[in-house]
T-cell receptor, first 116, second 118 residues
Framework: AQKVTQAQTEISVVEKEDVTLDCVYE???????LFWYKQPPSGELVFLIR??????QNEISGRYSWNFQKSTSSFNFTITASQVVDSAVYFC?????????????FGTGTRLQVTL | GAVVSQHPSRVICKSGTSVKIECRSL??????MFWYRQFPKKSLMLMAT?????????EQGVEKDKFLINHASLTLSTLTVTSAHPEDSSFYIC??????????????FGPGTRLTVT
């Protein structure tokens, strides 16, 4: 069975602070993908990143960076110099090889509040 | 490219009535679509997997007679909430997996439908 744990329910930071959102996953599959999605108040899921299990290289995209560590089954997400527009719920998700279905298992989400 | 739409975006219906939600892949064909449900301030829970031309596969605990799913074409899946009750009020999100995918894990989400049952 797959499981994604986002232990931080809610984080509040002041603008320009750096913030890291934690994600720990469980799967018995050797091939899998990890995702991060942003869900602003409008509700629409915004895709941020997808990382496959064979690529442990960290990634940086602007103010966003991701740290994938297979040894600890973690895929953490850091926002540098946070902005008010970053306020949203962030979901980590796991998609492993469950045949043709490839279902996504979501974590419970971390609500990020960035204030001035 | 890779746009998924949902209609309606918001719907209010009376208890006991049925409501249909559409999920369309606008610029690609989708052999598989997924339906998720999200309660306020909660995570997304997969309800069912919809495959074009065959019966949907429901997750454990999801009533198939209450949540009817039809995937009649490669660009359209519908979710019908039958005999709706206030506890069915939720945010319903679909995702679509391209028939010709760059990789097997590729899928795209719709904007969601907020259902309120009064």
């Amino acid at each position: 069975a797959q499981k994604v744990t986002q232990a931080q329910t809610e984080i509040s930071v002041v603008e320009k602070e750096d913030v890291t959102l934690d994600c720990v996953y469980e799967t018995r599959d050797t091939t899998y993908y990890l995702f991060w999605y942003k869900q602003p108040p409008s509700g629409e899921l915004v895709f941020l990143i997808r990382r496959n299990s064979f690529d442990e290289q960290n990634e940086i995209s602007g103010r966003y960076s991701w740290n994938f560590q297979k040894s600890t089954s973690s895929f953490n997400f850091t926002i540098t110099a946070s902005q008010v527009v970053d306020s949203a719920v962030y979901f980590c998700a796991l998609n492993s090889d469950t045949g043709t279905a490839s279902k996504l298992t979501f974590g419970t989400g971390t609500r990020l509040q960035v204030t001035l | 490219g890779a746009v998924v739409s949902q209609h309606p975006s918001r719907v209010i219906c009376k208890s006991g009535t049925s409501v249909k939600i559409e999920c369309r892949s606008l610029d690609f064909q989708a052999t598989t679509m997924f339906w998720y449900r999200q309660f306020p301030k909660k995570s997304l829970m997969l309800m069912a997997t919809s495959n074009e031309g065959s019966k949907a596969t429901y997750e454990q605990g999801v009533e198939k007679d209450k949540f009817l799913i039809n995937h009649a074409s490669l660009t359209l899946s519908t979710l019908t909430v039958t005999s709706a009750h206030p506890e069915d009020s939720s945010f319903y999100i679909c995702s679509a997996k391209p028939a010709v995918a760059g990789d097997i894990y590729e899928q795209y989400f719709g904007p969601g439908t907020r259902l309120t049952v009064t």
